[in-house]
């Protein structure tokens, strides 16, 4: 089955420096990358996501990069702001319709310094 | 907006009691999951749901088993409740062609004592 890695599994940034969490997978059949960000207190919500016929995709100021060659995808978040502070999950899937298990990464904890 | 609703937000309860935990979503969607998130293991899947009457085991669904009688409502059932079972505990919803759409609920910290 499928294996996501995730790292690292702890940040600290100063506010308004970027952020970069990385993950890697196994399964080459795996075709959609979504991330997702857990709040505290709250239940993972996704921020963003990227399919494998798309190499970059970005939204204001998150970014994922996805390397299907290597197998390893990225999130960047630039000008980091306190609200950022969160768990952040990315996963893989390998979406052809119907039900696909989603294997998730352990998490990262961002912790953005005011 | 989805809403995915988990009964409980903490539930204390002893070894070997019997554990029910409810989650309701209200978007007719057709699949529903259950994870367990522990520190530095991310989410593990428990049981999930095609649909109505439908479940399958997931990555790790010893000691628990689920009912999904009506299309809105999972449930997740500890048996035999044991230590190890203390965590936290995600509901989450799909509808069946989308996987951009994935709601959680915002989960059900269980300590077992």
């Known amino acids: 089955g499928e294996n996501v890695e995730q790292h690292p599994s702890t940040l600290s940034v100063q506010e308004g420096d970027s952020a970069v969490i990385k993950c890697t997978y196994s399964d080459s059949a795996s075709n959609y990358f979504p991330w997702y960000k857990q709040e505290l207190g709250k239940g993972p919500q996704l921020i963003i996501d990227?399919?494998?016929?798309?190499g970059e995709k970005k939204d204001q100021r998150i970014a994922v990069t996805l390397n299907k060659t290597a197998k390893h995808f990225s999130l960047h978040i630039t000008e980091t702001q306190p609200e950022d502070s969160a768990v952040y999950f990315c996963a893989a899937t390998p979406w052809s319709g119907g039900y696909q298990k989603v294997t998730f990464g352990t998490g990262t904890k961002l912790q953005v310094i005011p | 907006d989805v809403k995915v609703t988990q009964s409980s937000r903490y539930l204390v309860k002893r070894t070997g009691e019997k554990v029910f935990l409810e989650c309701v979503q209200d978007?007719?969607?057709?699949?529903m999951f259950w994870y367990r998130q522990d520190p530095g293991l991310g989410l593990r899947l428990i049981y999930f749901?095609?649909?109505?009457?439908?479940?399958e085991k997931g990555d790790i669904p010893e000691g628990y088993s689920v009912s999904r009688e009506k299309k809105e409502r999972f449930s997740l059932i500890l048996e035999s409740a044991s230590t190890n079972q203390t965590s936290m505990y995600l509901c989450a919803s799909r509808p069946q062609q989308a996987p951009e759409k994935l709601f959680f609920g915002s989960g059900t910290q269980l300590s077992v004592l």
């Open positions: 749901s095609y649909d109505v009457k439908m479940k």
């Open positions: 990227i399919r494998s016929n798309v």
């Open positions: 978007m007719d969607h057709e699949n």
